[in-house]
């Protein structure tokens, strides 16, 4: 069975950091890129970032409204995906979710963990 | 950019009848890489259709995609109470922007 376990979250302050992981299993992790999803109290879904395999020097792409906050890594000897974020704002507080992409050529996000609250507030 | 337009904001259906739930890009979405996620409360989004119109695992056959360029649906035949949830339109690929549209929130009554 496909699982991603995502931890970490809770409440910071404004300007704060934390740091998010994602533990996947039941599936080859090296192989996959990694996505990260967001949804604020009440509303959609929005993309915040990507990283890519080994085979694609773990390329990494991020969403306008978190570049140069926010940061993602990887550890394939353990399937785990981390979400570094930095300078956290209110408007950061969301559910924030890792999602594995599908391989070629349909990279679309077919598994997802069951989300990390994370609140910004003083 | 992509901007994801979805219609209606809500609809309310009962039992056994057929929804119908639309997704407009703003630019052709090439490849057909569009994909459909259904969301119920306090769970994370299931992926129900990708490339426009190919079923996800464990998705039933009730539920259908279909559309290119830049005018996308999913239809829902036969609608049983547990489908009531939000559903959302996304586009997807290599490179981004990756956007999700609005959502449309359905509801069997």
């Known amino acids: 069975e496909i699982q991603l376990v995502e931890s970490g979250g809770g409440l910071v302050q404004p300007g704060g950091s934390l740091r998010l992981s994602c533990v996947g299993s039941?599936?080859?992790?090296?192989?996959?890129?990694m996505d990260w999803v967001r949804q604020a109290p009440g509303k959609g879904l929005e993309w915040i970032g990507r990283?890519?395999?080994?085979?694609?020097?773990?390329?990494?792409e991020y969403a306008a409204s978190v570049k140069g906050r926010f940061s993602i890594s990887r550890d394939d000897s353990k399937s785990s995906v981390y979400l570094q974020m930095d300078s956290l704002k209110i408007d950061d507080t969301a559910v924030y979710y890792c999602?594995?992409?599908?391989?070629?050529?349909?990279?679309?996000?077919?598994?997802w963990g069951q989300g990390s609250l994370v609140t910004v507030s003083s | 950019e992509i901007v994801l337009t979805q219609s209606p904001v809500t609809l309310s259906l009962s039992p056994g009848e057929r929804a119908t739930l639309s997704c407009r890009a703003s630019?052709?979405?090439?490849?057909?890489?569009l994909a459909w996620y259904q969301q119920k409360p306090g769970r994370a989004p299931r992926l129900l259709i990708y490339?426009?119109?190919t079923r996800a695992t464990d998705t039933p056959d009730r539920f259908s995609g279909s559309g290119s360029g830049t005018d996308f649906t999913l239809t829902i035949n036969r609608l049983e109470p547990e489908d009531s949830a939000v559903y959302y339109c996304?586009?997807?690929?290599?490179?981004?922007?990756?956007?999700f549209g609005q959502g449309t929130k359905l509801e069997i009554k």
């Open positions: 999602a594995r992409v599908q391989l070629v050529p349909h990279r679309t996000l077919d598994y």
């Open positions: 039941g599936f080859t992790f090296s192989d996959h890129y």
């Open positions: 990283i890519r395999n080994k085979a694609n020097s773990y390329f990494r």
């Open positions: 630019q052709d979405i090439s490849g057909n890489y």
């Open positions: 490339g426009a119109s």
């Open positions: 996304k586009r997807y690929g290599l490179s981004p922007p990756f956007p």
